[in-house]
């Protein structure tokens, strides 16, 4: 092939690249978001083969040199350019995290059913025997619980009474630090073989479906349910989650593989970690759902559809989020 009939052919792509390097190189100098780069790599890649032909059929210099520049340039890019945080956040909340998900799948399902089939347990042991929730509960903590949920005389609880808006600022914060560290303890008992992580997962479940037994035995259904069902999504989701991450280090312990342990755990930590950036976003959603609007008086049948919508939006971004014109999961 001729120089001309090789420049020719080319010279579109070289001009395309030259518009997406300019976008980026412009990112550097002004912080400005870029239209999408959708074919920048691909490009890339001929660029380096298209010079590599001009070398070897002894093209001009000047060709070369132009064909030389632009990979540089390109190069330059490629391995240093640095996308904004908001965008790498967005990136991730968009794709990055329910992929995660769905990559481990097997150990959420495990660590579901652990936490599903206690609750299960525990709340018709404590329905059928009331008396069973001491085994669980000590008489101080039902007490307390009793009265924050004791229905009034509109059938509601007083979970709101007296709260306002630096209550609020500060039950939000407890609210984050409790969650987070239930999130980090049931990760890290995962250490243990991932025994650790289960015993969490079971423990919570317990406590939940014998809190929530003894209420409708005592008739605080209402109050409770109506203040736990919008962030409960987001925050048992969460704790779920944080629980298959945790099985998932204790496997690579039990089954290495072709790994040596300590290379298995590393390789499992950096898999799982995706997952637990999510969990503490889900944990802070759920702090903030439980802080400003779980507390507010509406009727139940509000506060019921919009703790639906909660839970159907969640599990629809997780099933489906990062889907979309990946190919895969």
Known sequence: MKQIQFEQRYRPVWESLEDQLKQLEAI???????????????????LCHQLALARERGYSLELQQYLNNL???????????????????????????????????????????SFVLSIALVWILVHQQPDMVYTVL??????DIEMMY????????DIHEGRGGDDDVMMFGFYIKNNI???????????????????VMLFNGSFFGAVAAHLINVGGDQPFFTFV????????TAIVLAGGAGLRLGWAIIAPGPYTR????????????????????????????????????FEPVIKYSVGAACWGLLYLYLLFGGRHGTGKG
């Open 28 to 46: 550097r100098v002004t912080r400005r978001k870029a239209l999408p780069l959708d074919h920048f790599v691909t490009d890339y890649r001929q």
């Open 71 to 113: 990979v540089l340039r390109a190069h330059r890019q490629l391995y240093r350019y640095n996308p904004p945080l908001g965008d790498r956040i967005g990136e991730f909340l968009a794709r990055g995290f329910p992929q995660a998900v769905r990559r481990q799948w097997r150990w959420h399902m495990i660590s579901a059913l």
């Open 138 to 143: 000590d008489e101080n903590s039902l007490t």
């Open 150 to 157: 004791q229905p009034g005389e509109d059938g509601g609880g």
């Open 181 to 199: 560290g239930i999130a980090f303890r049931t990760f890290a008992g995962g250490l243990l073989l991932g025994v650790g992580a289960i015993i």
């Open 229 to 236: 069902i919008a962030h409960g999504a987001p925050e048992l």
């Open 262 to 297: 300590l290379n298995a755990l590393r390789l499992a930590a950096k898999d799982s970690l995706p997952t637990m950036y999510g969990v503490f976003a889900l944990l802070l959603l759920a702090a903030f759902i439980e802080a400003f609007w779980s507390p507010r008086d």
